[in-house]
């Protein structure tokens, strides 16, 4: 019987087993490259019958960085990215003794990111600079300028639309506790406007430094922590004049410091 190594990783709440198949594998081993794990994705992320997690983090070789990252979701889809999980990756590699520097360079879907840990041990990942064209999200409409306020009638919500590498619907509402959350997330998160479907937040703002998030995750559903998400509403939040280009993002499993800086760059 071979077996499958795995580690058991979450940030804020966002959780996800790791496969590290950057090893040569030995006798008992499979070539973990090769095993299709898509296909094992919903077994191995179900929460009862499984490890339970919101996905996978696939380790493999990199020509171009110090590592790849292959993100699947729980049921199977492959992500362009996820915040969380890169955080995850570079803790797994700092804690595992192979980091050769502060920094770490990590090819992903949505190109290479390089966190970096500081003197107390947090994680700062440049997260790209965000995509606010229909195109580039992709959203359904005509090209142009940033989706920002969008009224959803079917939803009767307004809507911001971010693409941090993977699609992203934002909607501010007044109170996240009274929001049919499950209900409108997967409504959203499947709206013919978004071709590959998108992530949806629902953003409760309590000051000009301060949101509440709940995320319905494309491809996974509801999760404690999105680190791309938080990163979307600060973007849509500072767009529509509600946030000051950093916040403290509070999620249900945790909070996560958001800065989008005057060069484009966003930091999580």
């Known amino acids: 019987m071979s077996r499958i190594p795995f580690v058991k990783l979450e940030g804020a709440g966002n959780d996800f087993v790791l496969i590290d198949a950057t090893a040569d594998s ?3 081993t499979p070539n ?16 009862h019958f499984g490890i339970g997690a919101d996905g996978i983090l696939l380790l493999l070789p990199s020509a171009r960085a110090d590592i790849q990252m ?11 990215m996820c915040g969380n999980g890169i955080r995850c990756v570079a803790r797994y590699w700092h804690d595992t003794g192979r980091m050769r520097a502060s920094m ?31 195109h580039e999200i992709p959203m359904i409409g005509p090209p142009g300028q940033p989706v920002v306020s969008e009224f959803f009638p079917e939803l009767g919500l307004a ?9 992203h619907a934002v909607a501010f509402v007044a109170d996240l506790d009274q929001l049919s959350f499950e209900t409108l997330g997967p409504q959203l998160s499947c709206s013919e406007r978004f071709p ?22 494309r491809g996974v559903g509801p999760t404690l922590a999105c680190g791309t998400a938080a990163c ?11 946030l000051d280009h950093k916040a403290n993002v509070l999620l249900p499993g945790g909070a996560l410091l958001i800065e989008w800086v005057a060069d484009g760059m966003v930091y999580m």
């Not at 360079?105 to 229909?134: C, H, K, S, Y």
């Not at 979307?232 to 509600?242: F, H, I, M, Q």
């Open 104 to 134: 770490l360079r990590v090819e992903t879907a949505a190109g290479i990111l390089t966190p970096t840990f500081g003197a107390d041990r947090q994680i700062r990942v440049p997260m790209g600079v965000p995509r606010l064209n229909r």
């Open 232 to 242: 979307a509403a600060v973007v849509a939040g500072t767009l529509e004049n509600r």
């Open 159 to 167: 809507i911001s639309a971010v693409s941090m590498g993977n699609p």
């Open 26 to 28: 030995d006798g008992d």
């Open 32 to 47: 973990l490259a090769k095993i299709d794990w898509p296909s094992l994705a919903p077994w191995l992320c179900d929460r």
């Open 70 to 80: 292959i993100v699947i979701n729980s049921d199977g889809s492959v992500a362009e």
């Open 196 to 217: 590959q479907g998108a992530n949806a937040s629902f953003a409760q703002r309590l000051g000009p430094h301060t949101i509440r998030l709940k995320v319905w995750e």
